[in-house]
């Protein structure tokens, strides 16, 4: 299965700055997702991000404040933007490697706290 | 959207007793997935099933689909306390996974 690696694994940012998340796959794929985990809470998609293409973002999440790149198709980057108290969360890539009905694969997240 | 209901959402039960999760929908999904997060870790996937009736079993997991792919359930047998961590079912549609609000599963030793 594939190998995801997700940087930093936690950071503490104050308000008003930007955090970018890198996330690196050890395999080829077209596309990876970026989801939101609220402490105590589900996850949440934010964006699926394809190779060449601008990414495509759930209803409630934007791309001034959450941008996506995809340079290649191991490689993606989150920026949580100008970050407030409410952003603080868990961010999670991952990738479908075996196929959206068969299983994602997740790194391990980045633990996010804005003070 | 289509909506996962998971309960109980806490559980916390001894060693060596069984433990079943539920995960609902009025929705019909394509597949449903069922991963496990541990703290500090993002969720492992554990299973999918696909087919409507469908049993896997995992060694003391038994994980079943419902015949309308509405519904699975997660059934834990002699639960130790490695089994403890968050339980979080998935459903497969509209070209994206939507996820259950999980449930917290604690083994006491």
């Known amino acids: 299965s594939a190998v995801i690696s997700q940087k930093p694994s936690r950071d503490i940012c104050q308000r008003g700055t930007s955090l970018t998340i890198q996330c690196q796959v050890d395999?080829?794929?077209?596309?990876m997702f970026w989801y939101r985990q609220q402490p105590g809470q589900s996850l949440t998609l934010i964006a699926t991000?394809?190779?060449?293409?601008?990414?495509?973002?759930e209803s409630g999440f934007v791309i001034d404040k959450f941008p996506i790149s995809r340079p290649n198709l191991t490689f993606s980057t989150l920026t949580v933007s100008n970050m407030s108290p409410e952003d603080s969360s868990i961010y999670l890539c991952?990738?479908?490697?075996?196929?959206?009905?068969?299983?994602?694969?997740f790194g391990s997240g980045t633990r996010l706290t804005v003070v | 959207t289509q909506l996962l209901e998971q309960s109980p959402q806490f559980l916390s039960i001894q060693e060596g007793e069984n433990l079943t999760v539920y995960c609902n929908s009025s929705?019909?999904?394509?597949?449903l997935q069922w991963y496990r997060q541990e703290p500090g870790e993002g969720p492992v996937l554990l299973v999918t099933?696909?087919?409507?009736?469908e049993v896997k079993k995992l060694k003391r997991l038994t994980f079943q689909f419902g015949d309308a792919r509405k519904d699975s359930s997660l059934h834990i047998t002699a639960a130790q306390p490695g089994d403890t961590g968050l339980y979080l079912c998935a459903g497969s549609g509209d070209y994206k996974l939507s996820f259950g609000a999980g449930t917290t599963v604690t083994v006491r030793a």
């Open positions: 991000a394809n190779q060449g293409s601008e990414a495509t973002y």
């Open positions: 929705s019909v999904f394509s597949s």
């Open positions: 991952s990738v479908d490697l075996l196929g959206l009905n068969y299983g994602y694969t």
């Open positions: 395999s080829q794929v077209t596309m």
């Open positions: 099933v696909v087919t409507g009736g």
